[in-house]
């Protein structure tokens, strides 16, 4: 069964600063790399999709890496800002979704 | 960790058919359960929110009467695809937020193909 696990699960950064949030899994024979975005009280939003095919994408701010190799996909913030404060999850989906637990992201004016 | 189930995982209907799918919290009692649904290669959308004992709350662009969801106890969500035709096939997944610690867990979802 394919396990997802995010590091850190929390972080408090000051407006302004470029984050790194960390996801990895244990089976590197995945379909997909997801990465969400959680605000309170809501539901999903999603933020990027890499394929099994693919390394990293990029949207806006953002760019998602991803190493099958060594079961890590990497979620890159630039120039935080105080809107970017939710919670962000990674998945690795497929046939079934496996979700990580998540990294909840305060970011201070 | 609380696990959310769904059943079936995986279901092939004809066009036409009506199709339940069933949203489980095992462990932990949610008094609001989310449906999604993924096109293949797409992201994930959403498309209700359902609370317990209420009227679910409907996404733009998602029809309430052909997506039927009913919220009827703390454990258990269902989402009705009335009418199905192809273009609903899908991968649909559900999550159920914790009453107490509001954290959300998602199930495995359910793979619709409409024949």
């Known amino acids: 069964k394919q396990e997802v696990t995010q590091i850190p699960a929390a972080l408090s950064v000051p407006e302004g600063e470029n984050l790194v949030l960390n996801c990895s899994f244990t089976?590197?024979?995945?379909?997909?790399l997801q990465w969400f975005r959680q605000d309170p009280g809501k539901g999903l939003t999603s933020l990027l999709l890499i394929q099994s095919s693919q390394r990293e994408q990029t949207s806006g701010r953002l760019n998602a890496s991803l190493d099958k190799s060594s079961g890590r996909s990497t979620l890159y913030i630039a120039a935080s800002q105080p809107g970017d404060s939710a919670t962000y999850l990674c998945?690795?989906?497929?046939?079934?979704?496996?979700f990580g637990t998540g990294t909840s992201l305060t970011v201070i004016p | 960790g609380a696990v959310v189930s769904q059943h079936p995982s995986r279901v092939i209907c004809k066009s036409g058919t009506s199709v339940k799918i069933e949203c489980r919290s095992l462990d932990f009692q949610a008094t609001t359960m989310f449906w999604y649904r993924q096109f293949p290669k797409q992201s994930l959308m959403l498309m209700a929110t359902s609370n317990e004992g209420s009227k679910a709350t409907y996404e733009q662009g998602v029809e309430k009467d052909k997506f039927l969801i009913n919220h009827a106890s703390l454990t258990l969500s269902t989402l009705t695809v009335t009418s199905a035709h192809p273009e609903d096939s899908s991968f649909y997944i559900c999550s159920a937020r914790e009453v107490t610690h509001e954290t959300q867990y998602f199930g495995p979802g359910t793979r619709l193909l409409v024949l």
């Open positions: 998945a690795s989906t497929g046939n079934q979704f496996y």
């Open positions: 089976d590197s024979a995945i379909y997909n």
